[in-house]
């Protein structure tokens, strides 16, 4: 494998400075998924915790530095997730946050990251205008702008997953990896194929990207991925209703995307053992039953 | 505190067989629970694990002591998840398991029995019906007869939820126990009692007593509980809409007694920190559905 910008010391350090409360998260075989897979799934669950995501192994981390030295002020776009767990991560460590978000986004999650004590500024437009706008504080202000995927940390954070992962017995075959930024994907595929580089274990991002890749964690993914699957709505929903079903579990629809893939390519997958990242479950439930509720009765390999 | 049937030495053996699929299970705050609850309040959540409720814990004890040196077969009564879990437990260690149930018990939940390799008998009426049918196939047959609560071990089993609480820092101030047959009361309120006597920590158990409560299981639960608190219905219901809309998760109705105890008694608890197991998920959507649908919109303290 090439170099990445990951590096396993700086991941193991990563770890020694997130919260108890994000390590260690379920790692379990879910079998009532199985009759309609076709595989072994074993689940990865990063939603029980203060923030119901992943992201905030990473912005511990971050804020850790930040804290210790440097600007006591940060400043991130986020759709949700990230403005959550910044808030939290920082509102614990006396930073002053800010978060811009589409005034768009969901009411829900923009209540709980002012709930946070967060700042809250929304923009007339998309997360792409978040972002320049987040940007433009971040230079104006002279704070921190935290950059989700770019920034290193953010993929330290959520590699941290994959330590947990490649100490796991047994091992599987194939790691399912939600693609979004890619903070997820090339943190998590670069401890799997560094650290079990003798097993023939599989890492697949899923997903759709984001309107504007990054080009350096671009590069990175290409090093770490052995396949990206675009994945069709439908299936997005299918794989959330199963996950309903099967797994009692409310997840949100870039957490489904494992089952989705596995959906999309039942024969690539057939009797082999999947490990699925289930990477946060902060939703409106109205929109959830709806999702949940268009998604086709039974779908199955 | 007076000598229960439970011993600290013998709960901490009991953990070290314990597959680490059920152990150490999330805790966590859930601060979007807060402001309708008027008190601080964690979630210990025993639901992400292969059976989706802390039964395990205790099934997995009686089924490593039948292996190593005991009759190669058992069968219990269940309504569900204890045949789930005995199931599980003993299919790992060649066991021969049958699970004896209501004909009106969830169907879902007894595919899911006979999908781990279980011989499933069905009794014509109710889950003490179906007790009485377990000892009866004990007893002809020669082999083991597993009692919920009464057992020993399905209490020790229980209190290693104990142990995880007692290493817990921030402390709390309280905890809510679901009162079933009372195992999980009895063992983690042992735990709790005797690892933390200088905090001023209350069990509480919370819920409706079985039809016929076991003598020796009460002595226990009248040592180790505070109180115990009777709740309605609609508490129960409206208990498990707060915790699917403020922390995306699905329970079943004993996992959110521990919720509907603050409802009923909201001034007792304002200001203090309560941690409430969820102790169980396996839902049939469908009756989820009815269930939470026909819970008040919002109830707050």
Redesign the interface.
Known sequence: MGETRLDTARIRAARRVIDP?FL?????????LE?DLGCTVS?K?E????V?SFKARGTVVVASLLADNGPRAVVCASAGNLGQALAWSGRGRGLDVTVVASRFATAAKLD?IR??DARLELVDGDHEMARERAAAIARCDGIRLLEDSLDIETCEGAATIGLELANTVPSFDTVLIALGGGALATGVGHVVKTLTPDDSTNTVADGVAGRRPIPAVLDDLLLVADDAILVREASITAGMRML??HA???VEPSAALGIAAILEDCDRFAGRHVVTIVCG???D?DAYHRWVGSAPIHRSC
């Open positions: 409360a260690d998260t379920p790692l379990y075989r879910c079998e009532a009759p689940i669950l939603t029980a915790n203060p119901r709980r709930a946070l309903l079903h009692g579990l409310i479950s902060d939703v439930v």
